[in-house]
């Protein structure tokens, strides 16, 4: 069997053991100005998810795998998905969080309101959310504001950001517990394990930003 894109979590994600996790937005934004301190922007691109790794040292034949399947991604060709292991909602996971869907989507696209949560569990901003759509797209986002979940399960309106993409519709199940990014490698991302005496394999990092 060959290799197919986009990878599956258990295929490289979960086997990634990151020392370091930085996720943060890269915007495409062009700006112009005048002598007076006027600044005008105009965004070419809505803002996309970038993510950098320093992964743990390990075994020299975990290494070589690792490398063998980041290598076999083509460069920027092929797509993975990934799991944050450093990521959990502040609210913590409790029982009825599987149930959450989308109930309202503001018309600007800036906020949702949630139905299916457990009564009074409670959204903190910095808190993610995830939506699978459109047969293998992948949204993340973050709250900008606190909620909390009303005794019959909805929360919301809330603020979210990246805003909500026209593909992602009212109904659709939201993961607030382990949500996914499909990416790539960044052109020049990733710098491979450097063998070691005494047989481990140590120095590797990626630079990876989202595909959608």
Known sequence: ?????????????????ANQVQLSIARFDERSGSGDGRIWTAQLAP??????????ARSAADARAIDARLNALDGSRGTFLWQDPTYGPAGGFVHGLEAVQISAISDD??????SGLPAGYEIYAGDRLGVSFDEGRQYLATFAED???????????????????FGVQVGARVDLVAPVLKLIIAPGGYT???????????GASLSMIQRV
């Open 1 to 17: 069997m060959t290799v197919s894109y986009p990878y599956a979590l258990g295929f490289l994600s979960d086997r990634l053991r």
């Open 109 to 114: 696209r800036t906020g949702l309101t949630l």
């Open 192 to 202: 491979g394990f450097t063998q070691m005496p005494g047989g481990y394999g140590q």
């Open 47 to 56: 803002p996309l998810w970038q993510l950098n790794l320093s992964l743990a």
């Open 147 to 165: 909620a909390i979940a009303g005794a019959g399960g909805g929360a919301g309106p809330v603020s979210v950001f990246p805003y909500l993409p």
